[in-house]
């Protein structure tokens, strides 16, 4: 059974960073054409991908919010690590990570994060 | 980027109905790459459909899904209760996803 836990700080202030960690059982992400995804929902608002990476560190980003993510993966301990820089209220939202084969098949429970000083 | 639009932004349907809700792509999307998702309110999002037309794990056979190209349909043949619900369609093209902005199915 595939599952998927986000966790991180609920709140941060603006323009400080976001690290939101990714830890996850039932799979490897050394096993091609497996990786992981980083999802957001703002509140009453529709999804956005924000970035994924590969079994084999192939990285890919949303061209939006490229210049302030990166993602990284921690075979050993099963975790991906998602950083935000420069966060604004606006970024506020529910971040959910997810399990990528054919599709985004298993997703975690989602963290609400605010921005707010 | 692939800019995905969904319609109608709201479907109003009774139980039993047939919904068809449509999704369409700025460029042609490689069929394998489109996928559907469920998300009731307050919960994570479901995946339905991938690949276009291939119904995930434990989804049952009242959803279906069609297209390629730039035009991709999820039909939900007869509708219960449980099913009224936002949808999002999500692409795979050029190593990017991007999601529509969803489709709200409400009871009428």
């Known amino acids: 059974q595939i599952t998927l836990k986000e966790s991180g700080p609920t709140q941060v202030k603006p323009t400080q960073t976001l690290t939101l960690t990714c830890t996850f059982s039932?799979?490897?992400?050394?096993?091609?054409?497996?990786?992981v995804a980083w999802i957001r929902q703002p509140p009453g608002k529709a999804l956005e991908w924000l970035a994924l990476i590969y079994w084999d560190d192939d990285d890919r980003y949303s061209p939006a919010l490229k210049s302030r993510l990166t993602i990284t993966k921690d075979t050993s301990k099963n975790q991906v690590v998602l950083t935000m820089t420069n966060m604004e209220p606006v970024d506020t939202a529910t971040y959910f990570c997810a399990h990528q084969g054919d599709g985004f098949e298993v997703w975690g429970q989602g963290i609400v994060i605010t921005v707010s000083s | 980027e692939i800019v995905l639009t969904q319609s109608p932004g709201t479907l109003s349907l009774s139980p039993g109905e047939r919904a068809t809700l449509s999704c369409r792509a700025s460029q042609s999307v490689g069929s394998r790459y489109l996928a559907w998702y469920q998300q009731k309110s307050g919960q994570v999002p479901r995946l339905l459909i991938y690949?276009?037309?291939s119904r995930a794990t434990g989804i049952p056979d009242r959803f279906s899904g069609s297209g390629s190209g730039t035009d991709f349909t999820l039909t939900i043949s007869r509708l219960e209760p449980e099913d009224f619900a936002v949808y999002y369609c999500?692409?795979?093209?050029?190593?990017?996803?991007?999601f529509g902005q969803g489709t709200k199915l409400e009871i009428k």
């Open positions: 999500q692409q795979y093209g050029s190593s990017l996803y991007t």
């Open positions: 690949g276009a037309s």
């Open positions: 039932g799979f490897s992400l050394t096993t091609s054409g497996v990786g």
